[in-house]
């Protein structure tokens, strides 16, 4: 049997590389994975040999220790691989193809499904709506930093490259189309970012380099991106972006300097729960980013919330917040006639789109969020620079396709 080595997530702030079973066509139980999910045959799925998977914003929460996550859980929902083995039920997906996986698991076949609501998908996760690989509460489906991974419903789930050497040559930026560069998109469609709109994005990590980008991409005259950080403010400004240092106080006054007014058309939330207030000593405050996003953004605008809150933080700053619940100006927001986005980015509504925007060199999305190559064993190394504030979109390169 071919081996299958595995990030997985040990204790807060511990990462280890650890041997896995290779994937069978039926879900086994293991850490995370819903009782009721146990012994789920999936002869629709087909078996990945993972291409690149990548270290995403997401995870961090998880090896901070700010969910519920269980030990040896493995991590993992920005895949793009090669298919090695396919289900009896697959029709279309053929072995050799190299696929973008979306990292909400959607089963094609219910009521969401069907009206393109991939990321509260109701067949895949007996706890709620919507599902992801290696990840806390997601149904238990085994993430894919590793060496081979099951994807389910591959016929609908699998975004399939039209060209094999032409993907290989631009994986670096096809990897960014399982999560961050269509949660990006979304952010930025769902603020109504369009031609000539001033969009803020709050947060420089990789999802809000990727919103960034995607604003530019949709027309926006003026992409302003805030930050505590200030070599991620770097990353921003090189490709074009406007820059909020927050260490030097709240986003409205230096807004202003940059545009005349203390306000933005459209406001993009990169961070989400872990946020903190503004200023050089700034404490964890999680509201932060969406009361100042009601602030800055024109009334009857939108706000585009990709940044993850949670139900369950065990590291919350009050009782409040550690159950997701938040004191926010709703107040504001109302009075504002403005509207909210939040949930899951439904990737397959994008994925197709960007990928063409890729193959046909309209955009860099590696180059803007600096993506890198490591090796699988690397991976702990990753984990520990990119918490440390790296500007940096970590790819894990578990087969060496990569070079």
């Known amino acids: 049997m071919t081996g299958n080595k595995a990030v997985a997530y040990k204790a807060p702030g511990q990462v280890e590389l650890i041997d896995i079973d290779y994937p069978t066509f039926e879900l086994k139980d293991g850490p995370g994975v819903n009782p009721a999910n146990v012994g789920r045959a999936v002869n629709h799925g087909v078996i990945l040999k993972t291409v690149a998977t990548n ?57 969401n499904c069907k009206e393109r609501k991939t990321g509260i998908c109701l067949n895949v996760n007996p706890d709620r709506p919507g599902s992801a690989y290696g990840y806390v509460d997601m149904g238990g489906w085994v993430g894919g930093q590793a060496n081979y991974v099951l994807v389910p419903y591959a016929d609908w789930n699998l975004l399939k490259f039209p060209d094999r050497d032409q993907a290989l040559e631009k994986m670096l930026d096809l990897t960014m189309l399982s999560d961050i560069f269509p949660t990006g998109f979304h952010g930025a469609v769902t603020a109504g970012v369009g031609v000539g709109s001033t969009v803020y994005v709050a947060g420089a990590g990789p999802v809000g380099l990727a919103a960034a980008t995607s604003a530019q991409l949709l027309g926006a005259a003026v992409v302003i991106v805030g930050d505590m950080n200030e070599d991620r403010l770097a990353q921003a400004r090189s490709f074009g972006c406007e ?115 890729i193959l046909h060199d309209r955009v860099s999305i590696a180059k803007n969020v600096n993506a890198k190559a490591i090796t699988l064993e690397e991976a702990p190394r990753g984990y520990a620079e990119f918490d440390a504030g790296a500007a940096t979109k970590y790819v894990l390169n578990p087969n060496g396709y990569l070079g």
């Open 55 to 111: 270290i995403c914003g997401s995870d961090q929460h998880m090896v901070r220790g700010r969910t519920t996550a269980p030990a040896n859980l493995v991590l993992g929902h920005e895949i793009t691989g090669e298919v090695v083995e396919v289900g009896s039920d697959v029709e279309f997906i053929k072995v050799g193809d190299i696929c973008s996986v979306p990292f909400n698991i959607a089963c094609g076949r219910c009521r």
């Open 243 to 357: 820059t909020v240092d927050l260490t030097k106080g709240g986003p409205a006054e230096q807004i202003e300097q940059l545009l005349g007014v203390p306000e933005v058309d459209c406001g993009v939330d990169a961070v989400g729960f872990e946020a903190r207030g503004h200023g050089h000593d700034a404490k964890e405050a999680p509201a932060t980013v969406l009361n100042s996003l009601m602030e800055i953004t024109a009334a009857g605008g939108a706000l585009g919330i990709p940044g993850l809150y949670v139900t369950g933080d065990p590291g919350g700053v009050d009782s409040a917040a550690q159950k997701g619940a938040l004191s926010l100006s709703l107040g504001t927001g109302w009075a504002k006639s403005l509207s909210f986005t939040t949930g899951q980015c439904p990737v397959m509504k994008y994925n197709r789109q960007l990928m063409m925007a």
